[in-house]
């Protein structure tokens, strides 16, 4: 199994750009997440979604969209990027209570 | 609702010292509790987790135990190595399937040799 994986591993764009990071699972889980990092602040929630076709809004999911059509895969767009989505993005499935992190993606913004 | 708070960082020890970063919380019920450990350039791991009260976690010397009364899950390892330099992540979750895990801010903890 190669678990989670994500793609890109770094991305910089300018300001008003848009893109798309990819997550995608093989352990067939249903439940996935998207998480940004930044200093001091840990980990905050986006989007997760709990199976195919059904997504929900985490803590902070203004300027980013989800979308989940597949079990597989769930990626994360950015609309309009801006400097304050300056930030290390991590992917997680999860199986019962026990989540699997991505190696996540470093995205600057300038 | 639901938080976690974790000692500030960083904490830095030589090799071979006790470890204990503390992490408390604030949850309705019996959430289930979890250390998370993040390498440099990597991300989460899963370290420990305890589900219920006086559950003990352990995994690679670590230990944390599920103390309802304190609601605390303080990590500890009693002789730390240079390769354990990381960041560690306190988390709960109220434990069904579609809930929620929430996370503290990360204490990054540095070995000396």
């Known amino acids: 199994n190669a678990g989670v994986t994500q793609t890109p591993k770094f991305q910089v764009l300018k300001t008003g750009q848009s893109m798309t990071l990819q997550c995608a699972q093989d352990?067939?889980?249903?439940?996935m997440s998207w998480y940004r990092q930044d200093p001091g602040m840990g980990l905050r929630l986006i989007h997760y979604s709990v199976g195919a076709g059904i997504t929900d809004q985490g803590e902070v999911p203004n300027g980013y969209n989800v979308s989940r059509s597949t079990t597989e895969d769930f990626p994360l767009r950015l609309l309009s990027a801006a400097p304050s989505q300056t930030s290390v993005y991590f992917c997680?499935?999860?199986?019962?209570?026990?989540?699997?992190f991505g190696p996540g993606t470093r995205l600057t913004v300038l | 609702g639901n938080s976690v708070t974790q000692m500030e960082g960083p904490v830095t020890l030589s090799e071979e010292a006790f470890l204990t970063i503390n992490c408390t919380y604030t949850?309705?019920?019996?959430?289930?509790l979890f250390w998370y450990v993040q390498y440099p350039g990597e991300g989460l791991q899963l370290l420990l987790k305890a589900t219920k009260a006086d559950d003990k976690g352990s995994n690679k010397g670590f230990e944390a135990t599920y103390r309802k009364e304190t609601t605390s899950f303080h990590l500890e390892k009693g002789s730390v190595q240079v390769s354990d330099s990381a960041v560690y992540f306190c988390a709960l979750s109220k434990g069904s399937s579609a809930s929620k895990i929430i996370f503290g801010s990360g204490t990054r903890l540095s070995i000396r040799p």
């Open positions: 352990m067939n889980h249903e439940y």
């Open positions: 997680a499935s999860r199986l019962g209570v026990t989540q699997y």
């Open positions: 949850a309705t019920g019996y959430p289930s």
